[in-house]
């Protein structure tokens, strides 16, 4: 296992089309996180599970996006109704929980255009 | 809210030289842990070092240092012998207290040219 291996690269959409993207974290972390990254940022934290226990959402997800982790393996990130502000990349990392969980591994994201 | 400030949106420094990007972070806790990530061209968040609020001593990680000022709630980070490869997006993190996972507050990130 190499990383934290995200699903596609790239995705241009039309506006108001749904997108689903996939992310596989490192095999034997338990704890998997979405971020958003808008041009000029830093990433900011859209939701986190504990395995398949989405566990906290950010209020940056709207009713609009939703997640899941079924199994407590890979996970989805579906955007319904693209809108051009959706346009950004979307960073998947995950940890290993422990007494001092100090380091998420990020996958290369999904570079999402809404057009 | 924790707030995580970086001022310098660019840097230049010469190849083989040390270079300080700064990073200060606003919080009213007294646990809490820093992060800086690198971010090359492709993209992926790259950890570098972390440092815990109760940590006695800087964090080091090879070629990276910490240079942690808790009084003046700073955590710039030192890169030494610069390389070319060293060119990339640096973000300085922190950790939410009493979440006890990853959810990070990045401040908008220092753009760092290492020239030869």
């Known amino acids: 296992d190499t990383g934290v291996s995200q699903d596609p690269r790239h995705k241009i959409t039309k506006r108001g089309q749904n997108v689903t993207f996939r992310c596989d974290p490192i095999?034997?972390?338990?704890?998997l996180y979405w971020y958003r990254q808008t041009l000029g940022q830093g990433p900011e934290f859209l939701t986190y599970?504990?395995?398949?226990?989405?566990?906290?959402k950010s209020r940056l997800l709207s009713d609009r996006f939703s997640a899941e982790r079924p199994k407590g393996s890979f996970s989805t990130l579906e955007i319904q109704r693209t809108e051009q502000g959706d346009s950004a990349m979307y960073l998947c990392?995950?940890?290993?929980?422990?007494?001092?969980?100090?380091?998420?591994?990020f996958g290369q994201g999904t570079r999402l255009t809404v057009v | 809210a924790q707030k995580i400030t970086q001022t310098q949106p660019g840097m230049f420094v010469q190849e083989k030289e040390a270079v300080t990007l700064d990073c200060t972070y606003d919080?009213?806790?007294?646990?809490?842990?820093l992060f800086w990530y690198k971010q090359p061209s492709s993209g992926e968040m790259i950890f570098l070092i972390y440092?815990?609020?109760?940590?006695?001593q800087n964090a080091t990680e090879g070629r990276y240092s910490l240079n942690f000022q808790k009084a003046r709630k700073s955590a710039n980070l030192v890169i030494s012998a610069s390389q070319l490869g060293d060119s990339a997006m640096y973000f300085c993190?922190?950790?939410?207290?009493?979440?006890?996972?990853?959810?990070?507050?990045f401040g908008t990130g220092t753009r760092l040219l290492v020239s030869p």
């Open positions: 990392a995950s940890s290993l929980a422990q007494v001092r969980d100090t380091e998420a591994f």
């Open positions: 095999s034997e972390h338990n704890r």
């Open positions: 599970f504990q395995n398949e226990a989405q566990l906290e």
């Open positions: 919080t009213s806790d007294q646990s809490y842990g």
């Open positions: 440092q815990g609020s109760y940590d006695e």
């Open positions: 993190a922190m950790r939410e207290p009493n979440t006890g996972f990853q959810k990070l507050v």
